[in-house]
């Protein structure tokens, strides 16, 4: 992964400006931006977006961890969102399958559009952008008090132990709404558009 500001500004301008399909390119911001998984952001549908709560619900089943991961959107993604409702909204999948009706975009899409943008397997992959976000925050954590526990639980990664998580129902929406605002107002102040 990508994790100074340099190299991280030449991926988020490569990904604004990519050219080898539209879809793709929403793909790719939505990975950078979200810092989820390929599997979550593949298999999202429109019907787990909320637009008015700004908020995406990514069910069980496209989890790693098997919970519902409930993800506040920045306004960025939002606009982001709204624009590629206007290309795929009358699909069921954000991402739709560009060969096979009724399924979501291959897995493979986002790293193959990475190469393309002409950054390696060993500079960057689509997973590598979680470590991205991560260590981005961990560097700024101090001087824009963001709070480690609330960036994993961005990454739906479990943050206590076995038997407090079995214990813990609190989703801490606005907690995260904080750190992926944050996040996203960093990425644009990167844009050389």
Avoid at 91 to 112: A, G, H
Avoid at 114 to 142: D, L, P, S, W, Y
Avoid at 173 to 184: A, F, L, P
Wanted: glycine share 4%; with cysteine.
């Amino acid at each position: 992964a990508l994790t100074n500001e340099e190299d991280i500004k030449k991926l988020y301008n490569s990904i604004l400006t990519y050219k080898h399909g539209i879809i793709t390119k929403y793909a790719l911001l939505l990975t950078l931006h979200t810092a989820q998984r390929q599997g979550s952001i593949i298999t999202a549908k429109w019907s787990d977006i909320d637009f008015n709560t700004k908020l995406w619900i990514i069910p069980e089943e496209n989890m790693k961890g098997k919970e519902t991961h409930y993800l506040p959107l920045s306004n960025d993604i939002i606009n982001y969102l709204k624009e590629l409702y206007l290309i795929t909204g009358t699909n069921e999948y954000l991402f739709p399958n560009q060969q096979y009706k009724n399924k979501c975009m291959s897995e493979n899409t986002v790293n193959n559009a990475i190469r393309k943008m002409g950054f390696t397997n060993e500079q960057q992959t689509a997973h590598g952008m979680r470590a991205i976000f991560k260590t981005v925050c961990k560097e700024n954590q101090e001087k824009y008090n963001l709070n480690n526990e609330f960036v994993e639980m961005v990454l739906a990664h479990k943050t206590a132990g076995k038997v407090e998580n079995a214990y813990i129902r609190a989703k801490n929406i606005e907690d995260k709404r904080k750190i992926v605002n944050w996040w996203s107002e960093y990425l644009e102040n990167l844009k050389e558009l």
